[in-house]
């Protein structure tokens, strides 16, 4: 599919959305992509990326920003809390904040570093026991104890149940983000970017389609 056909789609679900075109933007998945794809997807201009492990990233990304400028890199996968610091090191956005433990580090760190990243708490919309997340009963308090930390949470981020209507999970990731004041909404990927755009998505984390499948190890 590749990288203008995703941005191509993703300027007709804005419109079709009745919203401004380049109002959602595009994280490109480059977890496990082999460094020649990554590098054909910024030679094409592209500078935000995701990784789901901070080891990788680490090993990746300081090499590709030696070559080329403005790259903007977001963790988007579970975050151990000894890894903390060099995600924050590292990244410009963090998606899965979604534990007190967490939180409590990351906000250490920042009056450490004198910096933070922009977080996104991660809801398990689906309550789904072996996935990460806040429960949705309880993101409010969450939220809340993040601000009492003076985190600077962005917004939302989900992933929806694989066997469920991904819609109903976007949905409801967008009325607790409006609930709580937050303008920042993580959701849809490869599959179902366009029904998030639809309902409110102001990022989207797409792998795949831009790059390909990932090569299997041997």
């Known amino acids: 599919m ?105 906000a250490r760190l920042a009056q450490e570093l004198g910096h933070c990243p922009d977080l996104f708490v991660q809801v398990n919309t689906g309550e789904e026991p072996q996935k990460a997340g806040v429960l949705p009963d309880d993101v409010d308090g969450f939220i809340s104890d993040c601000r009492a930390l003076d985190l600077p949470v962005h917004g939302l981020m989900c992933i929806p149940p694989v066997d469920e209507t991904p819609s109903l999970h976007f949905a409801l990731l967008a009325k607790f983000a409006a609930r709580n004041g937050l303008t920042g909404l993580s959701m849809g990927m490869s599959g179902d970017f366009e029904e998030a755009i639809a309902l409110g998505a102001t990022h989207v984390r797409v792998g795949s389609a831009i790059f390909g499948e990932r090569p299997t190890p041997a």
């Open 2 to 106: 590749g990288l203008s056909e995703i941005i191509d789609r993703m300027h007709k679900a804005e419109a079709a959305a009745g919203r401004e075109t380049g109002t959602t933007q595009l994280i490109a998945v480059s977890k496990k992509q082999p460094d020649d794809r990554v590098a054909a997807v910024l030679d094409q201009g592209h500078r935000v990326f995701g990784e789901n492990r901070v080891q990788e990233a680490a090993g990746k990304w300081p090499g590709f920003r030696e070559r080329y400028e403005g790259i903007e890199l977001h963790i988007i996968g579970p975050l151990q809390t000894n890894k903390a610091r060099q995600a924050m090191e590292l990244a410009q956005a963090i998606h899965s904040v979604d534990r007190p433990k967490l939180a409590q580090t990351l």
